[in-house]
């Protein structure tokens, strides 16, 4: 599952560069920096590894979205259209900038239901998010569709399945923009941190300049440069970008060894009566993060989960009653417990859309669960797990 399992020496040897050096921050200090810049290495290397025209690193996937929706120009009022499983931070971004996260059913797919989307959208809605979750897509074509069709920009979260592509091309360069975070639990890590990616350049500067209190970049004195727009901190250090840039240069090890652990699993639960998997738009573009399987009804599920974390087997999901994931359990949001005031529309917007029934994807998640693929396993590893999970899911799948 995560890159961070497999730190080394490669890793070591990146961070040691910068640490030679002292220079820490990615921007400035030019002379003593003596060309060691990991940030613009890892930048360049995300350009040609995913497929884009520019990467702006930041120090999250949260900040990474936070900044990917100001770049859009998306603010207060605007409805953005977010998956009922998807992660705290997608409508903790939304919420930050003002805007109105409207939460569709999932299908299936684990992913944004089109047909859901489109009897979501209102005058107000200015973007689909798609939230690629757990190494596998959203039905991308039929959302680029009704982006087009309603004129609303399309901004791919693909925090959670870096790597994994749809059609030959990756999760993340398909919108009007892409987020990838490199928290620890992702795909490749770099401790902490993030990026957006875009083939278009202004808002690659706009992402750039909100990212660094607003500063333009002109290339010349960064001190001295001018402020278009406002903007934060959201600054990567070079330590971070470091560990990023060994780890990056490592995704086709990585992919493989999880592909093969995840096949392993697969072929010991096919045929086990009474499960059927996730469906997945792609199937050749899965990075086999997880393996996701439903169960025929909500008790057996948590049954099997309850089950299997008795059998003693680690990195198990039933997200149905997970905290961070689903949208059952955001207390927070739909009690309207914020530190700050919303604007009174906002606020009434944010409870009335986070208030809602969702049985459709209740019905889905419900029956939910995944495994967690690991790094570290070799084959008869994965075999043994393989073999411990189809025999409880034999005991109690019907
Ligand atoms: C991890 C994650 C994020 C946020 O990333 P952080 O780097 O932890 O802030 C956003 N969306 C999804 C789907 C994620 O899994």
Redesign the pocket.
């Known amino acids: 599952m995560p890159g961070y399992e497999l730190f080394g020496d490669a890793e070591r040897k990146e961070v040691n560069d910068v640490l030679q050096t002292g220079i820490i921050p990615r921007y400035g200090f030019e002379a003593a920096r003596k060309g060691v810049s990991k940030a613009t290495d890892l930048e360049k290397a995300i350009c040609e590894t995913f497929g884009c025209k520019y990467a702006l690193l930041t120090t999250?996937?949260?900040?990474?979205?936070i900044t990917a929706l100001a770049a859009l120009g998306i603010g207060a009022g605007d409805e953005v259209i977010i998956p009922t499983f998807?992660?705290a931070?997608?409508f903790e971004a939304i919420i930050a900038v003002g805007a109105i996260p409207v939460f569709v059913d999932v299908n299936d797919t684990l992913a944004l239901v089109p047909a859901a989307i489109e009897k979501a959208i209102t005058s107000h809605t200015k973007a689909i998010m798609p939230?690629?979750?757990c190494g596998s897509m959203a039905p991308l074509d039929e959302l680029i569709d009704l982006a087009d069709k309603y004129n609303v920009l399309l901004l791919e979260?693909a925090?959670?399945a870096v790597g994994a592509s749809y059609k030959g091309k990756y999760l993340g360069t398909m919108g009007h923009a892409g987020?990838y975070?490199?928290?620890i639990?992702?795909m490749i890590t770099c401790g902490?941190?993030?990026a957006i990616i875009t083939d278009n350049e202004e808002v690659y500067k706009r992402a750039r300049s909100f990212t660094d209190h607003g500063h333009d970049h002109t290339d010349k004195d960064r001190a001295a440069d001018p402020h278009t727009y406002l903007g934060y901190n959201y600054r990567i250090t070079e330590l971070h970008a470091a560990v990023g840039l060994a780890q990056v240069r490592r995704l086709p090890q990585f992919l493989a060894i999880q592909l093969r652990n995840h096949n392993i699993i697969y072929e010991a639960l096919k045929d086990i009566p009474g499960i059927t998997f996730r469906s997945i738009p792609d199937p050749g573009g899965n990075t086999g993060a997880y393996l996701s399987f439903f169960l025929s009804r909500e008790d057996i599920a948590r049954h099997t989960f309850n089950e299997l974390k008795k059998a003693g087997l680690k990195s198990i999901y039933y997200w149905y009653d997970n905290n961070w994931h689903y949208i059952g359990n955001w207390q927070h949001l739909k009690s309207g417990s914020w530190m700050h005031r919303l604007y009174e529309e906002q606020k009434m917007q944010v409870m009335h859309y986070s208030n809602q029934a969702f049985p459709m994807s209740d019905a889905v998640m419900g029956c939910c669960i995944s495994v967690g693929i690991s790094l570290l396993w070799d084959e008869t590893m994965a075999r043994d797990i393989a073999g411990k999970i189809a025999s409880v899911l034999q005991r109690t799948a019907e």
């Open positions: 999250s996937g949260t900040t990474a979205l998807c992660f931070a997608n939230v690629h979750m979260d925090c959670l987020v975070s490199f928290d639990s992702k902490e941190g993030g």
